[in-house]
């Protein structure tokens, strides 16, 4: 009896003491993450500088610390687990980015963004595929198969759209912002997809019939995605607005919305799809219908506290990978060969520049065939901007990469080390370099982005334009009285060269007249009993 007490507590001893171990390493994140919140702060003007690169700086310095006071042992904080990264950050992020995206520059450019997204993303994995077959075997870095070769080219055909939300402003370069991350958004979710299907495909032996197969299955995905995401909206809207939560508790419409939306996301992996996909796409419809159907206190609220989270998770990632980048054991495997990982990690970002470049130059040429106005075509410059600011890499392939090559956050086996070492080497070069060059980049390629946004914000090839002398004030009206004689477009020209915009004004009278009816929106006004609106509206029955 005494061993079996005695056994009991050091048993308990051992989880009070490893319990501990945790909270102190909560405690030191949590405070990281806050230092990361305030130095972001202060260096808010410069240059060069954003967030995600100070967090990943301080993750490093961390990593640093730790290893030094730790002798060599460890390096950070906490396991890079991708499990936490897919299920707990990523989706906050993404939702918050289809939440508060302009819709009417994304749809305008919907098709591009699904060139660049779907079609390029195809484009570089082919690309970084067959580079990493040709160098690597000649490089001799281990027992790599050929489904390592195809998942090497799926993960790092996966830019990094969090730090894409970092380096380019909505507001400031609305159609830059919208095709990158736009396309960032899709780009994710397709190397996701990719990956997934090369795992469950027998790619030994590769046929006409398992090609059509793996298309067919992609197909599926990226459509059944797209539609949960948007039903997942439609139903959240139509609860809110038959079942009007605000009157009695705000609280209950705020917390409805947020774990909707996180339902979408969960949904989507339980079923094998794109969470990523779902989860924009649910918030691209809430914010169309269910946002406008809550109260006015629920508005401010939920706009708020979606960018909070995302804001949080956002450096969180990159405090994560910072830190993470540091882990001994991996570097000890690959300590005998520095020279070759360095050399697989050079040959990696040749590989992602040749292959980024592959598609968007020669996408955006097809993209502008199809563009009549000067306006909406994509210019050299911006073709520019577009292909850098996607070179980065980040959280989603390192995510893809411990999957494919760790076991439990582990590996081993010195080929499965240097592909871990040598993304992370990708991952942090390109965040870092790259990553601080954007913002300068645009400011000299792009130097009048203030002018530049309100061309692109506003809707000048639309029959709209049209008008607005008509509702602008004195100073527009005689300017354009004195252009009056310039001729106008016909109908038809104009039918013929925006396209777009017909699908739109036809897409907004069937949302007028079918969709807001039903799930709300915009114009859709609760009535609280009692209220002074309801006494309003019974004097005028």
Not at 18 to 36: E, G, Q, R
Not at 198 to 208: M, P, R
Not at 287 to 300: K, L
Request: charged residues 15%; hydrophobic residues 50%.
């Amino acid at each position: 009896m005494a061993i079996d007490l005695g056994s009991l507590m050091e048993r308990s001893l051992a989880i009070y003491t490893s319990d501990h171990k945790s909270v102190v390493s909560m405690n030191l994140f949590v405070a990281l993450l806050c230092a990361c919140i305030v130095i972001g702060h202060l260096l808010e003007e410069n240059r060069w500088m954003n967030e995600s690169i100070t967090a990943l700086a301080i993750g490093l310095g961390t990593g640093v610390v730790i290893l030094l006071t730790t002798k060599g042992k460890s390096s950070h904080l906490m396991v890079f687990s991708e499990d936490l990264f897919f299920i707990y950050l990523l989706p906050p992020i993404i939702f918050n980015a289809g939440f508060q995206v302009k819709k009417k520059q994304f749809f305008r450019n919907f098709m591009t963004i699904m060139l660049f997204g779907a079609v390029g993303t195809l484009i570089s994995f082919v690309i970084i595929s067959l580079g990493a077959i040709h160098f690597f075997k000649k490089m001799n870095i281990g027992t790599l198969k050929i489904g390592d070769y195809l998942a090497i080219g799926a993960i790092f055909a996966a830019t990094d759209s969090v730090c894409t939300l970092q380096v380019l402003n909505q507001d400031e370069t609305p159609l830059l912002y919208s095709l990158v991350f736009g396309e960032g958004v899709v780009n994710d979710a397709t190397s996701v997809v990719l990956f997934n299907a090369i795992q469950s495909f027998d790619l030994s032996h590769i046929n006409s019939s398992i090609a059509l197969q793996f298309v067919g299955n992609f197909l599926y995905l990226f459509i059944a995605s797209t539609m949960l995401g948007v039903l997942a909206g439609l139903l959240s809207a139509f609860i809110i607005k038959k079942l009007y939560m605000g009157r009695h508790s705000t609280d209950r419409e705020v917390a409805l919305m947020i774990l909707m939306a996180y339902l979408s996301y969960m949904l989507a992996e339980l079923f094998y799809l794109s969470g990523i996909l779902t989860v924009f796409f649910c918030g691209i419809v809430m914010s169309h219908y269910t946002w406008h159907n809550v109260t006015e206190s629920s508005r401010v609220t939920t706009k708020h506290a979606f960018a909070t989270l995302s804001f949080v998770a956002e450096i969180f990632i990159f405090l994560y990978v910072g830190m993470d980048a540091l882990d001994i054991e991996k570097w000890r495997v690959v300590s005998d060969s520095p020279g070759k990982s360095l050399g697989v990690s050079a040959v990696l970002l040749g590989l992602v520049l040749v292959g980024r470049a592959a598609f968007v130059f020669p996408l955006s040429f097809l993209s502008n065939l199809t563009k009549k106005s000067p306006c909406e075509k994509i210019g050299l410059k911006q073709q520019v901007t577009i292909w850098w600011a996607g070179l980065m890499r980040g959280a989603v392939s390192m995510a893809l990469a411990y999957n494919q090559f760790t076991s439990s956050g582990h590996t081993k086996l010195h080929g499965n080390a240097i592909m871990i070492t040598s993304t992370i080497t990708v991952v942090l070069f390109s965040t870092v370099v790259f990553g601080l060059m954007t913002k300068p980049l645009v400011r000299i390629l792009l130097p009048s982005s203030k002018t530049l946004s309100r061309m692109e914000s506003s809707e000048p090839c639309t029959p709209k334009s049209f008008i607005v002398p008509l509702l602008g004030n004195r100073h527009d009206s005689e300017a354009n009285h004195k252009n009056e004689n310039v001729p106008r477009p016909t109908s038809l020209r104009m039918l013929l060269s925006t396209p777009s915009h017909t699908v739109h004004h036809y897409w907004r009278k069937f949302d007028n007249s079918f969709m807001r009816p039903v799930f709300g929106g915009r114009g859709f006004v609760p009535i609280v009993p009692g209220s002074p609106l309801e006494q309003t509206v019974n004097q005028w029955q």
